[in-house]
């Protein structure tokens, strides 16, 4: 969703969309030689490499697992807060097939990679009813018509607004475009509490989120990165006005310098303690935000759809899915444990008790529900309009050629025009 790896972290880069060519199936480190061992149903106790919980929900949900099977009893490990590192961690685990963890939580973008290389378990189609799951969050998880990753927490981008600040200077709504949204800060600077605070931000330093934020930027432009052939179209009219607006956002200081550092968190506390006027990020900090014992503008903000060139702009959906690794010992338990944290029952809990968007689509519609977390509509409505990230094997040196690119453009290495012709030809080279 990482993606901040939970964001929905966390979290699902056809950025934009359309599929990069896969490579082959069981392609990997090791040549596509050594086949991972066969599934087994071993039952017994597991690990599981879920993330870093900030609501501390998860462990009280393990506990309760821990309770109904005392011979099957699951420890919890804690991922990197970054999503690159969690994904490095993951990696280098497999490749030496180690059986330390027997449940993986995966960015939604990392299912193909782990599936092709044999490192995880095809999962029974029927460990949860697909018919109860938000349906672009289900095809996260499948590689080649096959279910490898449980969906669990699913999402898009939001943007975060201070109400309070947009109502003293007399705007009535969020903004729907960019110049709108330039226009409201104007606004907002000339009172005196907008003194300090600044424009707008989202996540723009050298990490998979800047991939994600380049990706809406260009579709929000009406752009695409990659067409439905798989070929990659990010020197087209655009895709260069997506990465201008960035460039520009610096520039004319619409987005603040101090900016270019910022992941998800660096964003969140920003706004969070009254220094952003909008603030690009996920689902799950609005729970944060909204703690009247750790947030300045709680009870003063609210959320919409994000901007675009023109209109409302597209998300990139994001989001984090449960997989059995192929080298756990016990595979069996880490089936069981991954439909159970999935049920209906749990998710609902889980649900109520943080903002991280889930699977399950009936939550969106639930009464309860929305009246907690009143954004969901909301998120909601820019689920319909986001597009997924690439299933693709090579999806990291995707990312990696984004990311090179854009930070020269925004630290002002490069020119948007001869960024986005280095990028064509890059990621021209890893579609071939």
Request: overall charge positive.
């Amino acid at each position: 969703m990482t993606t901040r790896s939970l964001r929905a972290g966390a979290a699902a880069l056809v950025l934009a969309l359309g599929a990069v060519g896969l490579a082959a199936c069981g392609s990997g480190d090791d040549g596509g030689k050594a086949a991972a061992p066969a599934g087994n149903d071993a039952r017994g106790p597991i690990t599981l490499a879920l993330g870093k919980d900030l609501t501390r929900t998860v462990p009280r949900l393990v506990a309760r697992w821990n309770d109904a099977h005392p011979n099957e009893r699951a420890r919890l490990v804690e991922l990197p807060e970054d999503g690159d590192q969690a994904r490095q961690q993951l990696v280098q685990n497999m490749r030496i097939k180690s059986d330390a963890y027997d449940v993986v939580r995966l960015d939604a973008v990392w299912t193909a990679e782990f599936a092709a290389r044999r490192w995880i378990q095809e999962l029974p189609k029927d460990l949860a009813d697909a018919r109860t799951l938000v349906p672009a969050a289900l095809r996260t998880g499948m590689y080649r018509g096959r279910l490898y990753a449980e969906p669990w927490l699913t999402g898009t981008g939001v943007l975060y607004y201070r109400e309070d600040l947009l109502a003293k200077a007399g705007v009535k709504a969020p903004p729907k475009t960019w110049a709108e949204m330039r226009e409201d800060c104007a606004k907002v600077k000339r009172l005196p509490e907008g003194k300090g605070v600044d424009c707008y931000a989202g996540q723009y330093a050298k990490y998979e989120g800047l991939t994600v934020n380049y990706a809406e930027a260009v579709q929000s432009a009406g752009g695409q990165v990659f067409d439905a052939s798989g070929k990659p179209q990010v020197n087209t009219p655009q895709a260069k006005a997506g990465l201008r607006f960035l460039v520009d956002g610096f520039g004319n200081g619409t987005i603040p310098g101090k900016g270019v550092t910022f992941k998800e968190e660096e964003g969140r506390r920003a706004f969070q303690e009254g220094s952003l006027l909008f603030h690009r990020n996920w689902a799950y900090v609005y729970a944060l935000a909204s703690e009247k014992d750790g947030s300045k503008v709680a009870g003063r903000f609210d959320v919409a759809p994000i901007p675009g060139e023109h209109g409302p702009g597209s998300g990139v959906l994001g989001g984090n899915n449960l997989a059995v690794s192929a080298f756990s010992k016990h595979q069996a338990s880490a089936r069981d444990f991954i439909a159970y944290i999935v049920s209906p029952s749990v998710q609902g809990e889980y649900g109520r008790a943080q903002s991280f968007p889930l699977s399950l689509a009936a939550l969106y519609d639930d009464p309860g529900m929305i009246k907690k977390y009143p954004y969901l509509p909301t998120l909601r409505e820019g689920m319909e309009s986001a597009r997924p990230r690439p299933v693709v094997v090579r999806y990291n040196e995707v990312s990696v050629a984004v990311q090179e690119q854009v930070t020269a453009a925004l630290t002002g290495g490069k020119s948007v025009d001869r960024a986005a012709e280095d990028l064509q030809k890059a990621l021209t080279a890893l579609a071939d």
